[in-house]
């Protein structure tokens, strides 16, 4: 009986395995296989690979690229039709999910003065980071928060959520930012339409800011015990002076320069379960050390311009263009200016990689920590 | 020019996708690929599901049927060569991730007496289950651990681990469950050989039962912070004892009748950060109610017969069958026997759901909580 | 034979002792005693009460009366010889202790240009709150931190710290708040005078306040698993805007206005093990409702003037003037001023009541919620 | 002018206070004490002593001298009036405070067959420990106990709780600890008697010994926050089991030999909030090494007999005997047997050191860690 060909991944290593196909051990495989069932030895060496291998690769988007598409996107669709205008950013390496590195999707979505958004609520967390634009505003389970550049907003993992430009300001992009490709592969999703279209807003504007986003103080009797940060906008004028103070007091990580993380004021701990979020500053004239890590990230260049080199390729960037670095790649980043910081904001599944205990970290030894650039 | 064909995932619904293909959005779509990027409304709503839809299917793999090739592996392929000789079990959705359910692996291994594996270690967690034999091991870093039928033992991420069978032992057969495919996933998994091909055995036998596993006493002193229980071995009698007086206190969960998890002693958590483990005891008789959840599990029969109905499917199940319920499945259990227990051991992802947030639950309402069997 | 008299605390209520002496249980005392035992029915009322009474009594100390003698000891003790120039509040129910209140010492301590103290260490916790003049500063373990009115600086347990006013400044008087006598009735009180008598600065000045003085962020790779705030010093400035920002956002406690906790930012705990501090702001014309809870509290008038009923008895206050309430002691505040916002800092041992499982908390019901005065 | 004599605790060390009196100090003392004030280099020395010095005395109590005493009590006194029949342990240090050492309380209750005490609840944590005869119970919110000799069962902060002996039982005399000493001393303590003066049993007998009390396993879905163990009752057997099996996994502590602590399933944190217990075994012929550390002790020799030196004093034991350890005391245990094994039953206050942060210890470190008799 004529049996078909099949994946087999030896090595010739001790402890690994290494089994020649015979066509006793194929017919075996096939009687397996009617059983669902599989010789391990077939593909061990496939599934216990000796370390990571991302499938993503790094890509950096540039804004100038694709600033005109997207608000070619107001005229092509009506807000009603596509429910959001979106542009979202597609990894080569990760096409069949959408996604713009790992399990992380992000797009770039634009939206005009007046327009709104209908609420929803999804068990994927999300994140907004302000690109352009005034008058852009997000309520979340009816705390409404006022939005400009730089600023950075949370939509967690199952509250009603929502998004809009007040009449009187001006066309707005944002880049979105969320784990729908994680929570989708965990076969976890679920998407709910609010019954109202819209929320009432219930609170004073920006009240979760008033109240959560005071340095060492907290309300008396203000519990809070949601997996996700009450304090649910991130401003950019406290975040920049956070650096600037933080500078002062130390000499920075060889790898990222000043880097701080947005927390959950309650717990100290990352902003939502399942994605964290850093600002880096890289001092005038930083160039820092190459080093990798599980986890998947996503840069956007909040301020300057400079390049990073990923797995050994150059990528120059400057104010708000994005790109990613797959988990496990060697990283290093340098500041073009010699005068001028640059601030890249992240966001990052490393909660994921915490709470399942699979973080691991390693620095690049060879060459002074700097990568020697790929042909 | 001519464009090719697209996804277009169009919903009629308010808040939901609805654009229809034109040429000139057709020709925007081209631009936007050649830019690594795509319009989110051709994709909104299949990546924004209403609510999980396992790619993986019910499947029972009966013991009758996979204890004869499991022995044979062990003529067919020598352990040099094979590494280990495990039949894995395929779950038909799941092939290209070698995964029983979701992102969980599980196999049948067999060793004989006298046989050891190499030593290893892996970012994957991973245990195993005794199903029959005697004389088989375990050592994890250095504790060695011996195991009877229906022992349960845990091979922790990042540990050393090593199995054998006692030379004066009869050949084992035992389930191996692991996370690799989830690791491999999240693209965090690393593998090593031992540089000794075997470890040194470096405390007495069983001596983490002896220090861990004494109910409501803890050893003074022994600090334990790692993610996973210190209590590496989990044996069958004190567990089925556990649920046996666990019945004299409870009614039990209408949907699982006597329920207990495997816990770690120091935290009162799960056994390890990614995967956690149960014991359920139908009573005599017992017909439980349907109900479903987020997380895959894989249920191994430890004792007793009966069946389960899965999405509407009848299972029929008796000591040393196992079978999985994927993510969001409907399920409920009936013990046949009306004068015996049955008992069903499982591990699962839960530590995953709920770690991240995403665990979420739902009743079988209709019918009494009991499925109407779909033909 | 004669017997002595004894304690014998009878009541005459079901569930509780009610024992008459008699010949014969005065001579089974006598026995008891050479036994080192007692009979429990004798006491058992008295060491069982129904309700805590505090041994401490509610008292201003006004700063007008203070200041003079704190400014007096300047000149009346050399500081090598007092080693610091401190007046301490001895409240009348707790001099054996030396306690402001409960098991809490306050003293009013006065340093001027160009003196150091010197340094020491001790299991007690201390804070330190500025009332007046400029230069004065702390160093806590090499951490420099300089002080102006209103600000707050912690010198917890275990921590080498000394204070002092540089040598450009002016006399400066502060407010100590310590734990001592709850430290030393457990019986685990340590003191060591440092080895130098002064500490060397090891960091920048203020670094833990750049470090983790950040709304919403913290430095990436900054671990802290202490029992304190690494946030060692609250300064008023950014504590007088959060308490406006934060009462945008809330209606206030009935009992306490807008009251904020200074927490530890890791944790959102309090700043210390056994101490707990908050600021709290009594809006223009602000009157509150009275409540008891244990714990003891300390405050000190930040700003304004007013009074507060404790226990049915009126004490009216302005900036500077410290007053205290016992444990289980009703207590409302009010702001005299209709146009000007009132600010009370407190120190208090919450963390101790919480920690134990000790906190209890009831309101006035009666009356509106506000006490009558006792005469 | 006279002014009266003044405490004054004066050191000539650098660092530490030493004023002299003098008439203008003497008279401005008498100024701060009509203030409520005074000046701390008066008492700094005392309240700031270099190291603990506990109030409380060793002392041993032998059961042969208290158990007539106990049975007596029955003969003089009913429970109706008595509320309980209970002779408590009064260190002669701690008699204002009714305790057996620092700030915990011991007492030896007796009960008779049929007898029942009525139902209260306090803020104070209670055990019993059960030092003979047969038919003792205990119901703890609805949950009843059924206890034999060496059994330990939790009454804690906040229960309704009371005490029997069933009709068919013996005379039954027990251990008492509690923490009203400190609970009172917090000015923290509530009592309440039963409205009924007796609860209904809720659940089937002992059940929460039959949910919580087996090793490694959690029931599925039964939560619990409260702050002390749900498992309420620790019975001897499997203690003493446990006691054998951790001693072929470790070689001991060289101060306390086997010992285990008493744990809370949930968390693997201590029974209660404020009192922690352990059992220690003290194998054939062993001595153990002398140290100190911060806590009150209370021991209780449940098997065995030796001696313990503490702080230079030899008390020798024997079963049933109970003697304490003050905070800061030097001590070390001998078994006086080289053929069997002693076991020491202890509790102690342990969670509130560290819970606070107070704990410290020190080894001694002379004499290979044997202390010198003091005559």
Not at 89 to 95: H, M, S
Request: glycine share 10%; charged share 20%.
């Amino acid at each position: 009986m004529a049996t078909k060909a099949r994946e087999n991944h030896r090595e010739d290593v001790a402890g690994r395995a290494n089994v020649e196909d015979t066509p006793e051990l194929l017919a075996y495989y096939d009687e397996l296989e009617r059983l669902e069932a599989g010789a391990l030895w077939t593909v061990a060496n496939k599934i216990e690979p000796w370390q990571p291998k991302s499938s993503s690769v790094p890509v950096l988007w540039r804004y100038e690229d694709l600033r005109a598409h997207v608000l070619r996107s107001v005229e092509l669709v009506s807000p009603e039709k596509a429910g959001r205008r979106v542009i979202y950013l597609n990894n080569p390496g990760r096409r069949e999910h959408a996604a713009a590195v790992g399990w992380l999707y992000s797009g770039l979505q634009v939206m005009h003065p007046g327009e709104v958004a209908s609420a929803h609520a999804h068990s994927a967390s999300a994140l907004r980071f302000i690109m352009e634009g005034e008058g852009a505003y997000t309520i979340v389970d009816g705390h409404k928060m006022t939005l400009g550049a730089n600023d950075f907003v949370l939509t967690p993992n199952g509250t009603w959520h929502e998004h809009g430009v007040s009449s009187d300001g001006t066309p707005c992009i944002w880049q979105d930012g969320l784990d729908i490709p994680l929570v989708n592969t965990l076969e976890a999703n679920f998407y709910v339409v609010h019954p109202d279209l819209q929320q009432s807003v219930g609170y004073p504007v920006d009240d979760m800011t008033h109240t959560w986003g005071n340095p060492g103080l907290r309300p008396a009797g203000a519990d809070w015990s949601k997996g996700y940060s009450p304090l649910l906008k991130y401003e950019w004028a406290p975040t920049y002076e956070a650096l600037q103070r933080y500078a002062k007091a130390t000499d920075g990580s060889p790898y990222d320069g000043v880097l701080m993380n947005y927390v959950n004021p309650v717990t100290g701990g990352p902003v939502m379960q399942t994605i964290g979020a850093s600002m880096q500053m890289l001092r005038p004239g930083e160039s820092t050390r190459a080093h990798r890590h599980t986890g998947s990230f996503i840069y956007q260049v909040a301020k300057g311009r400079g390049h990073s080199i990923i797995d050994g390729k150059r990528f120059d960037w400057k104010e708000r263009d994005i790109f990613c670095v797959p988990s496990w790649a060697w990283h290093e980043h340098v500041n073009a200016s010699a005068s001028e910081d640059a601030c890249l904001f992240t966001f990052n599944d490393l909660p994921v990689m915490h709470a399942l205990g699979l973080y691991r970290e390693e620095a690049f030894g060879d060459n002074g920590g700097r990568q020697p650039l790929v042909s």
